[in-house]
């Protein structure tokens, strides 16, 4: 990370050639192994290291950088798949039914190989990282705790637990293979020299963040950043009993929350009600009176009245109902849910919907339309930027606009002269991110939204949306959100991460 720092600071060669020196080979190898052949391997590892060199600036400071690289390299590879995908799934099967079906079954790494990534990918993110420094770049156990900021022992059950979920993995694809025998011949195999001239190509390319970049390259560059823009390399979480604190090791187990009752003056989408709940979690048959769900939520904590299980489940994972497939049969009752648990309240309600319904879920990347969330208009009298707080929003249906003075003057004025107009909506949100507030929309457009403001400020945000004669719900939001806040949502296609909701077996 000091020569990342180096690079971006100064745009030091130097420090940038020393970078691709260091990793050029993990990201070459995994490259190869993904793509199935030199040259797709050559043109991934080109556009990850411009990747680099164009995001240097935006890593964070204890970003773990090989774990970042082999990352990226996934992802980079899995467009490039995707683009040529009939002929490359056509090749790596025949590839892997040849050697699956070979009698010699010494040679372990020649069966292992095409499944590596595969089942890498089904890893959380830092047991891939630890796998990666220990068997990809060959650190010793205490060096690779060290860099993970974990202790020894701690690393060394982590790796234990990870190698055996490779060698189940291994094992129903025909690899019998012991955990050890895994980790040795990934180590001894994982990463091979990359060919002598690719590193100063690369370099030479890269260091100018893709300006002389071939048209294939930039269109595998884009693809890719809009992978790692939407995967957030989530995995299901099995939840067990209790936190556990022993011989200094903390392993971190959702404790499974009894239900209490809490007054019903509580159970108000009122922020500074809310604000005043204990930490509990709450799923009840809904009391509302309401056809309609409403909601505040700040943070991860939130409060739903008539939610439907969907809801439920969006706000366990953090998915918009857009981005969910949902099995048959899920109950059609409406729910009220109060989440105020300061610790893991997440993979609480997880464990709970899990309890209650018998759903779990798991996430998958696709392919899907939706919108970009762009800035035309930064001094847009609806959007400012925060004072600070703590991050809150509220929503609600209106019936008339005689509230409508939270916004400015001039376009509560224009609301109002609006003829023929239908119930509106006010939405309040402060001290929220760009990010959050294309989350927001998605549950208003049904559809995916990426953040493409480029802007990592914080905002207030008041927005009034009513439909005029002969409008959409979608195009009056779009409306609105260009007159007041200066935002515009223009289509695009990208790789969106879908919840998959199942019955637990």
């Known amino acids: 990370m000091d020569l990342v720092r180096e690079f971006a600071r100064h745009n030091s060669e130097a420090a940038f050639t020393e970078l691709v020196q260091r990793h050029i080979a993990l990201v070459y190898s995994v490259a190869r192994r993904c793509t199935g052949n030199d040259s797709d391997a050559q043109d991934v590892t080109q556009a990850v290291f411009i990747i680099l060199a164009r995001k240097a600036s935006g890593l964070r400071e204890r970003t773990l950088l090989p774990g970042w690289i082999y990352e990226t390299t996934r992802f980079t590879a899995a467009r490039l798949l995707r683009t040529n995908a009939r002929r490359q799934a056509r090749e790596q099967e025949a590839y892997m039914q040849s050697t699956l079906n070979e009698d010699d079954t010494a040679d372990v790494w020649e069966k292992l190989s095409p ?5 890498m990918s089904r890893l959380a993110e830092r047991d891939r990282a630890l796998l990666v420094l220990r068997f990809y770049q060959k650190k010793s156990g205490p060096e690779a705790a060290a860099l993970m900021g974990i202790r020894e022992d701690a690393a060394h059950k982590r790796l234990s637990r990870a190698l055996e979920k490779l060698r189940k993995f291994f094992t129903k694809r025909g690899v019998d293979s012991t955990a050890a025998t895994i980790a040795e011949t990934i180590s001894a195999n994982s990463v091979q020299a990359a060919p002598v001239a690719l590193a100063k190509a690369v370099t030479a390319v890269a260091i100018t963040k893709g300006a002389a970049a071939s048209g294939s390259t930039l269109t595998l560059i884009k693809g890719a950043l809009k992978i790692m823009a939407w995967t957030k390399m989530k995995t299901a979480i099995v939840v067990g009993a209790a936190i556990l604190l022993a011989g200094g090791t903390t392993t971190i187990v959702v404790k499974r929350m009894a239900s209490p009752s809490i007054d019903e003056s509580l159970w108000k989408p009122d922020s500074r009600v809310f604000a005043k709940v204990p930490p509990v979690l709450i799923i009840r048959p809904t009391r509302s009176d309401s056809a309609a769900s409403s909601s505040i ?59 209650r319904f018998g759903l779990v879920a798991h996430l998958e990347t696709r392919d899907a339309g939706g919108f970009a969330l762009k ?54 949100m402060n001290n929220q991110t760009m990010s959050d507030f294309a989350k927001y929309l998605e549950t208003k457009l049904g559809s995916h939204v990426i953040d493409e403001t480029g802007t990592t400020n914080r905002f ?20 609105s959100l260009l007159e007041q806040l200066g935002l515009e949502l223009a289509p695009t296609n990208m790789p969106v991460e879908m919840l998959v909701v199942e019955k637990a077996r």
């Open 115 to 119: 499944h590596l990534e595969a089942a």
């Open 375 to 428: 800035i035309k208009n930064p001094t847009a009298p609806g959007l400012a930027r925060s004072r600070g707080g703590n991050g809150s929003s509220m929503s609600s249906s209106m019936r008339s606009f005689s509230s409508v003075g939270t916004l400015p003057p001039e376009v509560a004025a224009k609301i109002h002269a609006q003829s023929g107009a239908s119930p509106g909506e006010q939405t309040t």
């Open 460 to 479: 207030d945000v008041k927005l009034q949306v009513q439909e005029q004669p002969g409008e959409s719900k979608e195009d009056a939001l779009k409306r």
């Open 297 to 355: 939520s700040n943070g991860e904590k939130a409060m739903r009245l008539n939610a439907t299980v969907a809801e439920l489940l969006s706000d366990a994972y953090g998915v918009p109902e857009s981005q969910m497939t949902l099995p048959d049969g899920l109950p059609q009752d409406r729910f009220d849910l109060m989440l105020t648990l300061n610790d893991h309240p997440k993979e609480a309600l997880q464990a709970e919907l899990k309890k």
